[in-house]
């Protein structure tokens, strides 16, 4: 999820790119546990909402 995190922040993978490059197999569940680590949801992060 570190890595996933970075690739949202550093690159502009989508959310369902870094989902798969990251060894998930469903942007449902990627979405779930990220959110559950960071709070917020990918998405929210990749829109650039100042959440780094």
Known sequence: LDKAKDLL????LS???????T?????AH???VFKDRF???P???KKGSGLK
């Open 9 to 12: 922040t550093n690159t502009s």
């Open 15 to 21: 959310v369902t790119d870094v989902c798969f490059s």
């Open 23 to 27: 060894g998930f197999e469903n942007v």
């Open 30 to 32: 990627f979405s779930k």
């Open 39 to 41: 709070v917020f949801p």
């Open 43 to 45: 998405s929210e992060l």
